[in-house]
């Protein structure tokens, strides 16, 4: 079994002391995001889980356990998100100097292999063009050389509940540009040049845009044929029902909640609210089974 901690939220981030508990006692529950009633029981001991995939923007407040998740036969990798768009887009995320700074001394702890750097999602707008993302992901790639060696990107999707916040970028001026537009896409050549150049595969994530044509083929984030390279393990590589049709990613199980994380992305699909995300946040109790709320 794959664990996946969590496309919900940012579980390395904010819960780490539950996430180590929940090992400890070898499982963890887990609530429907459409059900509250219904109530799963997650395995989390060291021969149930093959390996954990943790989503992160700030991995740090994990570091004190990774000797102790070795210790106990665990294999792990991170998909670890840098990005540096402007405080209206990302107000909350880590600086881009610490965040470097982490995903180096992650990398040096746990082998680049196992740190794939997502610069994801892409939200071209006003103020983010496609010359930002090329000087920004060409200074960050040549930051993270002999980091990391696979790269991941895709395009913001304007899901329903992000609409009120691209709504109030608008209001401040800040207008988003489709990447479908004619010739919006051209800078992807240079962003797939500044991988090569730095020594990483690039790929793309649940993208319904053909990116092929500029050297970005279609990629999976939990990928068996990666998980098989890096660990020697030979899985399912049955697609994951409960994602997008787009997404390749193996089939996983997910211990987050959503509306829990606080870093208040702008694009954000798993948060719906910055206010519902802090109540979550402070009815979070690490000695609990569930990651939010009693069980």
Known sequence: MIVSASRRTDIPAFYSEWFMNRVREGFCLVRNPFNANQVSRIPLKADDVDVFVFWTRNPRPLFPHLA???DRGYRYYFLYTVLNNPRHIDPRSPALSASLDTFRELAGRVGPERVIWRYDPIVLSSITGPEFHVKSYASIAHSLRGSTLRSIISFVRLYRKIMPRMNELAGQGIETIQPEAPGALEFLHDI???????????????????????????????????ISRVFGLELSAVKDPGQRKECGC??????????????????????S????????????DAESPVLIGPP
């Open 192 to 226: 797939a040049g500044a991988a090569a150049e730095n020594g990483m595969e690039i790929t793309s994530c649940a993208e319904r845009l053909d990116l092929v044509p500029f050297g970005i083929r279609p990629g999976k984030c939990i990928d068996d044929g990666y």
């Open 273 to 284: 609210s910055q206010h519902r995300a802090e109540a979550n946040h402070a009815a979070h």
């Open 250 to 271: 193996v089939t996983s199980r997910d211990i987050g909640a959503y509306d829990s994380c606080l870093f208040g992305c702008a694009y954000c699909y798993a948060t």
């Open 68 to 70: 102790e998740l070795n």
